[in-house]
């Protein structure tokens, strides 16, 4: 399959889709605005956002602190990315798995505490 390069028309509306992205607008009311495919302007969104933010940007304690207390109630991983709008879901994966280590040394450091 050969890649064809974008016309200008459709980097004009990339670039429409990325400033609709800014103003807070998701992916439906993008592709329906600008009449693209959902699946595309979803893989801008997702470009947009790395673009906007690398990896370790989204690793800052107001984000962390939001993450433990979203584990805390319940939600996985892929859905605390979800919310914080972070580019990769590593970053919460590897929040997830210190919030149960963590849980853990807790539980263990109050058993011993009662006997």
Same mark, same amino acid.
């Given at each position: 399959?050969?890649?064809?390069?974008?016309?200008?028309?459709?980097?004009?509306?990339?670039?429409q889709a990325e400033t609709m992205f800014a103003e807070g607008f998701g992916p439906h009311k993008v592709s329906k605005s600008l009449k693209v495919n959902f699946h595309t302007v979803r893989d801008w969104q997702t470009a947009f956002i790395a673009k906007r933010e690398c990896r370790n940007q989204g690793n800052t304690l107001i984000n962390r602190t939001l993450a433990m207390n979203l584990f805390s109630c319940g939600y996985g991983y892929r859905t605390v990315s979800r919310v914080l709008r972070l580019s990769s879901i590593?970053? @919460?994966?590897?929040?997830a798995r210190q919030h149960r280590k963590l849980l853990i040394m807790q539980a263990r450091k109050?058993?011993? @505490?009662?006997k």
């Open positions: 399959m050969a890649w064809k390069k974008m016309t200008k028309s459709s980097v004009l509306k990339r670039q590593w970053l @919460s994966r590897d929040w109050n058993k011993r @505490s009662k």
